[in-house]
């Protein structure tokens, strides 16, 4: 049995590394990403998307929007208990030995119960006083231990203070960019506002800053992956809807506005910049994501050819001077434009539980809860839920 025991010091040394190389690989390394807690949580994720599946999207929804903080939780949960267990087994060998540890006989106590209280009083360094290291070997290792925990717990709160800011700006742009284009998936309303009266450096002043702002969430998802498990139960609140507009906005801007007209828009160098954030972060959220897009297939390639005919159709009826419909290098443009951003963007909605049409939905100002709601949209409102209301019963 004492051979047996002894078995149990490389096995606790082990985790112990473990913790401390998740720790640094999650905290402190800003391009490694941990191959242990991360694997964990896209796991955990597909299990949640598979038990939601089939479920009323409200339901599905409330289940999901679980799945960030409980990653987040059980993070700090599994590091705690690495190291608590890790070191457990370290002592496991001395609990008995007089030279070790002085115990009390205050009450019956297991070798391993014993060692797993000490080793977890030793981490949150409460320290009681009826279980005494004696050792200086081993009163070396209490201190290791109590300097871990502390540590622990300091990198804990910088990771929740790195991670959770992060969320409302995600959040925040997406409200932001749905005022901007009224609630549209793409660039119509913007154009209105903006190309219609004028205002073409205030509108490539606003592209420059939507740029940065994707560029730098972005970024933080590959420094901090759980980010890609953080699902709002709103759709016109994720990121996926962020990808969704900028793409629209590109789309519109650069690919749908009347070229001759609009000249100055077309070719501002701010918008070529956007259109190109736009693929790098796409390509950078598959990369750090572990996502594989599938290939386009000629539905899809229809489906933008059809969507690009709409888009024109939309600008026209905004009183916006859009593309002729024989401007071929217009329409393979964005043809070209959708091919390359739309199978990104559909894989990564998957990824997150969302259909892709919920990232394209027009969200009207009550949807969004604005308080500009008028007062025919409201009762409108009001007269579908009564109608989805009476079909549920």
Same mark, same amino acid.
């Given at each position: 049995m004492a051979g047996l025991a002894w078995m149990t010091v490389p096995l606790g040394l082990g985790l112990i590394a473990v913790a401390m190389l998740d720790v640094f690989l999650t905290v402190l390394h800003v391009q490694v990403e941990s191959p242990i807690s991360n694997r964990v949580n896209r796991q955990l994720w597909r299990l949640m998307l598979a038990a939601s599946r089939g479920l009323p999207d409200r339901s599905r929804d409330e289940i999901l929007g679980w799945g960030a903080p409980l990653m987040i939780g059980g993070i700090l949960m599994f590091w705690?208990?690495?190291?608590? &267990?890790? $070191? !457990?087994?370290? =002592? %496991?060998? $001395?609990?008995?030995?007089?030279?070790? @540890?002085? &115990?009390?006989?205050? +009450?019956?106590?297991?070798?391993? +119960?014993?060692?797993? =209280? $000490?080793?977890?009083?030793? @981490? &949150?360094?409460?320290? =009681? +006083?009826?279980?005494?290291?004696?050792?200086?070997?081993?009163?070396?290792?209490? %201190?290791?231990? +109590?300097?871990?925990?502390?540590?622990? %717990?300091?990198?804990? &709160?910088? =990771?929740?203070?790195?991670v959770y800011p992060l969320i409302g700006r995600k959040m925040s742009l997406a409200q932001s960019l749905n005022q901007e284009t009224g609630g549209r998936a793409d660039a119509v309303i913007l154009a209105q506002r903006y190309v219609c009266s004028g205002r073409y450096e205030a509108l490539a002043q606003r592209l420059s800053g939507i740029n940065d702002a994707l560029l730098q969430l972005g970024q933080s998802h590959a420094l901090y992956p759980v980010l890609y498990f953080v699902r709002p139960r709103e759709g016109h609140l994720s990121f996926v809807r962020v990808l969704a507009v900028v793409q629209g906005i590109v789309a519109t801007l650069r690919y749908g506005l009347d070229r001759r007209a609009y000249a100055d828009v077309v070719t501002d160098p701010r918008l070529l910049i956007l259109e190109e954030g736009l693929l790098s972060t796409l390509h950078m959220l598959a990369e750090s994501s572990h996502l594989a897009p599938a290939r386009a297939t000629p539905?899809?390639?229809e489906a933008a050819s059809h969507d690009y005919v709409a888009l024109l159709d939309a600008l026209r009826e905004h009183g916006i001077e859009a593309a002729s419909p024989d401007d071929r290098a217009a329409r393979e443009g964005h043809n070209r434009f959708r091919a390359a951003t739309d199978l990104y963007l559909r894989a990564y909605a998957e990824n997150a539980g969302y259909h892709i049409t919920v990232a394209r939905a027009f969200y009207?100002?009550?949807?969004?809860?604005?308080?500009?709601?008028?007062? !025919?949209?409201?009762?409108?409102? %009001?007269?579908?839920?009564?109608?989805?209301?009476q079909a549920v019963s």
């Open positions: 705690s208990i690495l190291y608590v &267990v890790g $070191f !457990a087994l370290v =002592y %496991l060998p $001395f609990m008995r030995d007089a030279t070790a @540890f002085s &115990v009390s006989e205050a +009450g019956p106590g297991s070798d391993l +119960g014993d060692a797993l =209280y $000490f080793s977890a009083t030793s @981490f &949150v360094t409460t320290g =009681y +006083g009826d279980i005494v290291p004696v050792h200086p070997l081993v009163r070396l290792l209490a %201190l290791l231990e +109590g300097g871990l925990g502390l540590t622990t %717990l300091s990198l804990s &709160v910088t =990771y929740l203070l790195s539905a899809d390639l009207t100002r009550r949807d969004r809860n604005t308080a500009l709601v008028g007062e !025919a949209e409201r009762q409108r409102g %009001l007269a579908e839920d009564d109608d989805r209301s």
